[in-house]
């Protein structure tokens, strides 16, 4: 199973000064088998602690943050060599020791020579940071393109990063996009539903829940262990309102969250507030802000803390949670699909670096998300899907904000490449649309 930020590693450790690296994300979104087993293969040796299996390793950094030091006492609690000019070093988990974290600026300042790279699930949280002394990166769930590089269909796979628009390129990574709907991106989820391919329908989807119901039941329980001061049963209210409010909208686009009826005896967002920053904190959910009016750049200045939309950060998690299994997304006048397109372009936009994502309100005219190019331009971005038509929203956004241009994402095999400026493409080409011409 390959990544995409192993690229980003790569060149990290090309420089001949570096910062520690820091790998943030959902827990189980695969940073250690990133840094172990992807990365770790281009070094002659890989030293790695994790703070949560072995928490005594805590030890090494109690008398003294010199990293001379710290590896010497890494090497005695592990009874392992560190080489700490060829060798990497893993600090798996590293939010669970603070004096962990804090050293991370001493490795930056006096060892900018050393491979230190630290995972985490919880950074976020942390109350101290070395601002400025790590170079930081999100590892998300497989994005599309890294489903089909797990799906080890190699023809497939090149029809994708070449954009063949051909039928036979379109029948296909339509049904994988439904599959990737159904499985989602957790690198567990991705690599059963492959490994065991030979298997009935029925066993596969059977057992790629099984999963996902794990996945579930252990995010619970981090509510409860790491909510600190904020309401675990807050948290778990406002993750569990995420589906049910992303499923309430049938053929037309996801609405703003409603902050009513999540959880008792509170109905405004500033009640809600400390349970929707934990939780995007941990990247378990993304969110939009719409914005009313001409959208101008930078959208970040318009936006507003209170009203906002909410996504959850997997679709296979998503579809879990609401109990819909795989023969209801594979049938296409599933009438709810069309919040399940509009979750998958959210992911594929986060994965992309785009964070938070944009939205365009005006009277009863919507438009799924509005990108800021890198010329400043705004491009409304409008998401189709199943029985939807929208067109009268896109209509409505160009006649009153004039945009240089227009992008359509649909189960179609969109437009041809003489099209310039209300380009279309299909879902699966999210991906490309956004990379071709909005971050060029």
Known sequence: MQRKLLETLEEWKATRQRKPILIDGARQTGKTFLLQELFGKSFPNVLRVDFLETPTVAQAFADSLTPADIVS?????????????????????????????????????????????ASGSNIGLLNTFPVGKVEQHYLRPLSFHEFLMAANEPALLRAFETQNNSSAAHTKLMEKLVDYYFVGGMPEAVNLWFQIQEQSILKRTQAVQQVHADL?????????????????NLIAAVFNAVPSQLSSVMDESVKRFKFKNVYERKSRYQELESGIAWLEKCRLILPNY??????????????????????????????????????????????????????FVQQELVALGIDPTYSWQDARAEIEFILSDKEGHIIPLEVKSGRRTRARSLQSYVQKCGPV???????????????????????????????????P
């Open 405 to 439: 241009k227009t992008i359509k994402l649909t189960a179609t095999r969109g437009s041809g490449p003489e099209e310039r400026k209300h380009l279309v493409f299909p879902l699966y080409f999210t991906e490309h649309a956004v990379r071709t011409h909005i971050t």
């Open 216 to 232: 579930i039941a252990g995010y619970e329980r981090d509510f409860g262990k790491y909510s600190g001061k904020v309401d675990a």
């Open 290 to 343: 719409p914005i009313e009016g001409r959208p101008r750049s930078p959208l970040a200045a318009y936006r507003k803390e209170n009203k906002l939309k909410l996504f959850l950060f997997d679709t296979g998690l998503l579809n879990h949670m609401l109990g819909i299994n795989y023969q209801e997304i594979k049938q296409q006048a599933f009438e709810y699909k069309g919040y399940i397109a509009e979750n």
């Open 73 to 117: 006492n890494i090497e005695l609690i592990t009874g392992k060599i560190f080489n700490p000019h060829t060798d990497l070093l893993i600090l798996d988990e590293i939010g669970e020791c603070e004096r962990a974290v804090t050293s991370l600026k001493y490795f930056a300042e006096q060892a900018p020579y050393m491979y230190v790279a």
